[in-house]
């Protein structure tokens, strides 16, 4: 089991940025893809961005590309989600969570809370 805890998301405005991070508790934390999700109310969970572990390529959610971006440090076990020109849309709790490799994903956050209001 991989524990992961996410932090930064906060209430904004309308064209605001956020920053969230995920630390892993974990000793082989770069061979691990590593991605965000979301989940708005009464709404599934759905995909917002990944990181693989072997040559770093990202993925993303269209609704997102161009103004969110996904990074990680494995220095220390983190990863990012920079979050530009928010919309009300984006407004759900964001997860982070693991995948061995390129497995599923089984490791999850608690989740962060993110409200954009306009």
């Known amino acids: 089991q991989v524990q992961l805890v996410e932090f930064g998301g906060g209430l904004v405005q309308a064209g605001e940025s956020l920053r969230l991070s995920c630390v892993a508790s974990?000793?082989?934390?770069?061979?691990?893809?590593m991605a965000w999700f979301r989940q708005a109310p009464g709404k599934e969970r759905e995909f917002v961005a990944s990181?693989?572990?072997?040559?770093?390529?990202?993925y993303y959610l269209d609704s997102v590309k161009g103004r969110f971006t996904i990074s990680r440090d494995n220095a220390i076990n983190t990863v990012y989600l920079q979050m530009n020109s928010l919309k009300s849309e984006d407004t759900a709790v964001y997860y982070c969570?693991?995948?061995?490799?390129?497995?599923?994903?089984?490791?999850w956050g608690q989740g962060t809370q993110v409200t954009v209001s306009s």
């Open positions: 969570a693991a995948a061995r490799g390129h497995e599923d994903y089984t490791n």
């Open positions: 974990v000793r082989t934390f770069s061979s691990y893809t």
């Open positions: 990181i693989t572990w072997d040559l770093g390529r990202t």
